[in-house]
């Protein structure tokens, strides 16, 4: 069957065959390259999206910003204030007023729930821009990055994701290696590590296509062999800032480091980082930690960061051109 995504959600990865996955990446190659190459197609001339964020956001937003005006499309940016969204007015509602305009809507905020309740309502594609149990748009980003950087198919990639064990980007790069057929190790203290629902779910899909998605306390065991190590904050946003000293000491053994980089056993490794990242005391969060706790960087060091083993600027990169594939696909 061929792929048709015209006029679909992207809410969740668990909504995707396998086939579908890859057809977004493999459109998403092409359209990097298009651009590159100075022969992109506007495909998305006179369509408006509009961009609700409840979280601030650099890539996602930018992502979405300049995919829509490569292809022709037109964006209204509404943010944390700049809209009535939850405050004033029913996500339900919001969803039938924008509906209306636009003809497409994305949305970053805190429940999934409220994402399904804007695509059960829109009447036009809704793609979400991270919420607290999902971010599936960074995930195409990822899997489009580590094909850059190895020769592999996907399904013989093996990866580690270090850290928060039951955060949205832990979730997400569950289900996506679980669809694609990948070999994931999440290395997470067991406090952090999902409710048995979800681990089930997991389960499930692997039996299907064949992944591996397996949970480690064991930081060291997690990352052998690993093609590529993954980390994310220890906090993620809208948690509450008093957790921050709790969460050191819980995840401080999983910290991204040299050590840790070496206990691979593979030296070209690479290292993988949604951002934004904790790996100095250059910003105001990181100055206030390195004061409160004397430690200068979380979830990786800045050693590692900085290293050229480090990708993160590519998978940066990528989340707007797999953003616009998404755009393509569900409105051109
Ligand atoms: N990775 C990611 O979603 O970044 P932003 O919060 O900057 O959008
Ligand atoms: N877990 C992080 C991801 C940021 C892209 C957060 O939700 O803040």
């Known amino acids: 069957m061929p792929v048709n995504l015209h006029g679909r959600n992207v809410i969740a990865l668990e909504d995707f065959a396998p086939s579908e996955l890859r057809f977004l990446l493999a459109l998403a190659k092409d359209l990097k390259a298009a651009k590159r190459g100075g022969f992109e197609r506007k495909q998305l001339t006179g369509k408006t999206i509009a961009l609700i964020f409840e979280k601030d956001s650099t890539r996602t937003r930018s992502g979405f910003e300049v995919a829509a005006y490569d292809q022709g499309a037109h964006v209204t940016y509404m943010g944390p204030s700049g809209s009535h969204i939850g405050q004033s007015e029913t996500v339900k509602d919001t969803a039938r007023v924008l509906g209306r305009m636009y003809d497409a809507i994305e949305f970053r905020g805190f429940a999934q729930a409220d994402v399904e309740v804007l695509a059960r309502h829109a009447g036009v594609p809704v793609y979400n821009g991270l919420t607290d149990e999902s971010h599936p748009t960074q995930i195409l980003a990822d899997f489009m990055t580590m094909r850059e950087f190895t020769h592999k198919h996907l ?29 994931l190790r999440i290395g997470a203290p067991a406090a952090v590590h999902p409710e048995p629902k979800f681990i089930d779910t997991i389960a499930a899909i692997c039996g299907e296509t064949g992944a591996s998605v397996t949970f480690e306390t064991d930081a060291r065991a997690a990352v052998r062999h690993a093609d590529f190590i993954y980390t994310d904050v220890w906090l993620s946003m809208g948690e509450d800032s008093a957790r921050w000293g709790e969460r050191i000491e819980l995840l401080r053994p999983y910290q991204v480091n040299a050590a840790l980089m070496a206990a691979t056993g593979n030296p070209f490794t690479k290292f993988m980082h949604c951002l934004p990242s904790f790996h100095n005391a250059e910003t105001k969060i990181g100055r206030d930690i390195e004061k409160r706790f004397g430690i200068s960087a979380m979830e990786v060091t800045d050693e590692v960061f900085e290293s050229a083993s480090s990708i993160v600027f590519d998978q940066a990169e990528n989340r707007m051109h797999s953003i616009k594939a998404i755009l393509v696909a569900t409105l051109g």
Do not use: E, H, T
């Open 155 to 183: 399904s013989d990639i093996r990866f580690a994701f270090m850290g928060d064990g039951r955060n949205n980007m832990a979730r997400s790069l569950a289900v996506g290696a679980a669809k694609l057929g990948m070999k």
